[in-house]
């Protein structure tokens, strides 16, 4: 049973016990609905007061319903429900109250919660709005403008701030069961009845033309080429117009719009696609991760640094280990100076600072990596330094210990061949900033045992990180899906479009950024190195990549020295188109005997975007990655590509499949097949009319 009912001495306490949130499930309404007709048959019921158990009240709908037919009306009449008692009715909270869970407070006469609670309508990140009156209740209580902060900014608020926008009616003492009771008795006692928040009428001063006008352009900045905070907007708006009946069926027509779009189908798929990353198939449920206590990481560079405050940040201690003293004195120095960046923006607090730098301990020995359960390398990417780096670890690990190494290119079977621990190696991809950046790609060798293989994933959990599962080839699955995306933008500046061309068609699209800005953040420097490097892997073509070589021979490696695409002015990363970076691409094309052509954004879209897709489908026919969805979470949370968009694999699905190979056709007969030859699976879902999605239940 979900939901019990107590009444004694006249008040009827409803509580409800759904772990691990307390969604407002299918099961929990079908409860709710029985109790509130127990309630209405019985004439001893003088208030009612309803309460959740377990660590939070109603954390909100439950989003595996999302994918069928519409329940909002479900939710409404329920809600209504608990509103048309003739008695008061008093939502007692605690935890996390979102969405669904704060619409149902809204229809309760009374508010209350505990120290610490926290309030939240985030609906439009997942493409649509509050369908469960919350557009049409929450207006009437905080007016136009704050429901807007609410749904709009989509960011929980705290006790305090709800009581100032008027949703709260009381900070009550914990526990929050007998806080809600001394609530509703001090009610009955001063004599309150019911209070109905739909009978409310809204503010017109907090609904005026110049606060929608501002809110409409606020909208369209934080949420740019999405369409739900708009809707939102219309559906709160409508709150200060119309009758609340006549409100809620328009927000009903509204959320049904929303639910439809594009926009909420994508957001909902990568949602999904996020909690599907730990299911390996083949993988025993039996299997059990490795307890980690202790980590280390070789290397006190940027990557190696950041990786560190991952591990201190969870409460791990890690021991940072680098070969010189000079070079770990500055990784410590930079996380420092992190840490307290995090101060000076309010992120943490001095004593929170104080705590995690005592969790990192340097080291110049490997002997102090003996204890550790987990080691990550992160040193320089030459394969032999890491062989030696590995064999060292070899020799004074503890048996067990899982051995990780954060290449991003390289061989790691070749790797784990310098241990005689094949079975405990595995491939940790983080991404820069580490300490930022939610992608972790886990790369598995053949030899990989499904014990490694579940601790790593697992300790993506403490870390904050999305796992995502590759087997190893060069690049993985991001980086090598990155190669022909970034092939054509750096192509289309030698045939002429300026850098800001190109990166402003991709940003107006939906990346958070053009790809020649993060080749001048990441370093111009770095993708020479790699394909000086890897040189043999690439095709013979003389123009590959070398917008990224001319640049580098002219000693512009972006913002590290102030020049790169754009030109940087000190202490400040805004880019500056530069004539002399545009002088030097053009010669160097006319060195290469690369004509001059004009690219629309079209063109520029379709010649990063359908490259990546085109080899995201050799990645899924190799086995590299075990789903198209899987692909989605690497590219939106570590690439920079829009949720809104789903991912490169549910965009391709979006446009059809038959669109992106006749587009790759089409780049064939402009440039020939040697970058512009379709993948064999997507000629084969092509033909058999399949989509990606098609394919990925094929292989559950």
């Known amino acids: ?29 079908r409860e709710l609905f029985q109790v509130l007709a127990d309630i209405r048959a019985r004439s001893d019921v003088r208030a009612v007061a309803l309460v959740c158990e377990g660590r939070t009240f109603f954390s909100g709908a439950d989003i595996s319903e999302f994918a069928g037919p519409p329940m909002e009306e479900e939710f409404r ?81 705290d006790e ?49 033309p110049e606060i929608r006008e501002r809110l409409t352009a606020q909208a369209r900045s934080q949420y740019p080429n999405r369409s739900a905070a708009l809707t939102a907007i219309e559906a709160v708006f409508a709150a200060a117009r119309l009758p609340f009946a006549q409100g809620l069926a328009f927000e009903n027509e509204l959320g049904n719009r929303a639910k439809a779009s594009v926009e909420s189908k994508a957001l909902i798929h990568v949602f999904f696609a996020e909690r599907e990353t730990r299911k390996v198939p083949g993988l025993a449920p039996e299997v059990r991760a490795r307890p980690i206590a202790r980590a280390a990481v070789i290397g006190a560079g940027t990557m190696g640094a950041g990786i560190a405050i991952c591990f201190a940040n969870a409460g791990l201690p890690v021991t940072l280990l680098d070969a010189s003293r000079e070079a770990l004195d500055r990784g410590l ?53 890491k062989r030696q780096v590995f064999a060292a670890l070899d020799r004074i690990a503890k048996p067990g210990a899982l051995l990780a190494t954060n290449t991003s290119t390289l061989d790691i079977a070749a790797i784990a061949a310098a241990t005689t621990r094949a079975q405990d190696v595995i491939g940790l991809h983080f991404f820069a900033p580490a300490n930022v950046m939610p992608l972790l790609e886990v790369v598995r060798t053949g030899d990989s045992s499904p014990e490694t293989i579940r601790s790593a994933l697992d300790l993506a959990r403490p870390l904050k990180k999305t796992p995502v599962l590759a087997r190893v080839c060069y690049g993985f699955i991001g980086n090598r899906m990155m190669e022909g995306y970034a092939r054509e933008a750096e192509r289309m500046v030698l045939e002429g479009a300026s850098p800001r061309q190109v990166d402003g068609a991709l940003e107006g699209w939906g990346m958070s950024m053009g790809i020649l800005a993060v080749f001048d953040m990441a370093g111009v420097d770095v993708s020479v190195n790699v394909h000086k490097a890897h040189a043999d892997r690439y095709p013979p073509d003389p123009s590959y990549y070398q917008a990224d070589f ?45 004509a001059p052509r004009a690219h629309s954004d079209q063109e520029i879209l379709e010649r990063c975007l359908l490259p990546i897709i085109n080899e995201g489908l050799r990645v899924l026919e190799e086995g590299v990655a075990m789903r198209a969805s899987d692909i989605d979470v690497v590219w939106t949370s570590g690439y920079g590509f829009p949720r809104y968009r789903g991912g490169p694999m549910f965009y391709a699905d979006t446009i059809g499949l038959k669109a992106v190979y006749d587009g790759i056709l089409k780049y064939r007969e402009l440039f020939g097949p040697m970058h512009w030859q379709p993948a064999a699976l997507l000629e084969r879902l092509v033909r058999d009319q399949r989509t990606l999605a098609d394919w990925d239940r094929t292989r559950d």
Do not use: W
């Open 1 to 29: 049973m979900i939901v019990t009912l107590e009444v004694s001495a006249g008040l009827a306490l409803i509580s409800v016990n759904n772990p691990p949130v307390n969604t407002v499930s299918a099961a929990t309404r």
């Open 77 to 157: 009449q329920l809600y209504a429900e608990f509103e048309a008692l003739p008695v008061p009715v008093v939502a007692g909270m605690h935890g996390t109250v979102l969405g669904g869970g704060l619409e149902l407070a809204l229809a309760c006469h009374y508010r209350v919660a505990v120290a610490g609670t926290r309030f939240g309508l985030p609906e439009v990140t997942l493409g649509i709005i509050p369908g469960a009156g919350g557009t049409q209740r929450m207006p009437r209580l905080t007016g136009v403008e704050n429901a807007l902060e609410l749904i709009v900014g989509a960011r929980p608020v």
């Open 160 to 208: 305090v701030r709800a009581l100032a926008l008027g949703f709260l009616d009381a900070v009550i003492d914990a526990p929050v069961r007998a806080g809600t009771i001394a609530f509703t008795e001090s009610l009955l006692n001063a004599g309150r009845g019911p209070r109905r928040t739909s009978e409310r009428s809204v503010d017109p001063a907090s609904a005026t």
């Open 333 to 385: 120095a930079s996380i420092a100076g992190i840490y307290q960046s995090m101060v000076s923006r309010g992120r943490i607090s001095p004593d929170e600072r104080q705590q995690r730098l005592g969790q990192i301990q340097g080291a110049l020995d490997y002997a102090s990596l003996a204890d550790a359960d987990v080691i990550i390398e992160a040193v320089y990417e030459s394969l032999d330094l």
């Open 550 to 594: 001319a640049l580098h021979a002219a000693g512009r490696l972006g913002q590290k020295s102030g020049r790169g695409y754009y030109r940087y002015l000190p202490g400040d990363r805004t880019r500056h188109d530069d004539p002399e970076a545009i002088a030097i691409l053009r010669a160097s094309a006319e060195r290469l005997g690369i």
